[in-house]
């Protein structure tokens, strides 16, 4: 199975293609601070170019998978759109991911509490050991991080996410162990993403519904703008 995978629930817009061998190709675009990315613009982009490198066509892509979140509103819309427009048109199966199993996967020899920013002064935060989750994503002000380690786990806990590094000196003082800022273990990978896609393929894949755990802006302030 021919598996194109893609993430834009964070800023970065990130695709990844893994073949029937096993080999994988991954790009992605990265955004500038404080911005929302530039999903529209570069998912497609970024799938074709996969395609090209790996020598083969569009309708060679058996199975979409995309990340649901939790995350931004509208990067989540773009992405879920995305993947359903791609597998509709070439015939490919479908099947979503959460984007803090996907941040989890890469971590070895530890629990991984991954924390992503969620702005407005929040964060999305959840925990896995290897298969198991042991806290479903949810959100969370940064004051609670201290609350989240997990003394029933036998393995050492380690954060991982931009979240993790924003707030590394509250992880610090709770004694959780933040992986090194250059690590990519920080970065969602759409490889993550297909792999855990094909690794359910068996059980018929993961319902595509986006995480928003909260009301976008938008209704946001329309609510509080009445009376």
Known sequence: MTILGLDTATPAT???????DGGIY???DEAEPDT????TECVLGL??????QAGIEWSDVDHVAVGLG???YTGLRIGVATAAGLARALGASLSGVGTLRALALPVAGATALTILDARRGELFAAAYAADVELLAPCVVVPAQLATLAFEASELPLLAVGDGALAHRSLLDEAGIAVAPAGSVLHRVGASAICRLAAARALDGGASVVPMYLRLPDA???LRGAKP
């Open 36 to 39: 929302r990315g530039h999903h």
């Open 47 to 52: 799938a074709r170019t996969l395609l090209e």
């Open 14 to 20: 990130a695709v990844a293609l893994l073949l029937e």
């Open 26 to 28: 991954e790009a992605r």
């Open 219 to 221: 209704e946001i302030a």
């Open 70 to 72: 939790p995350g931004g």
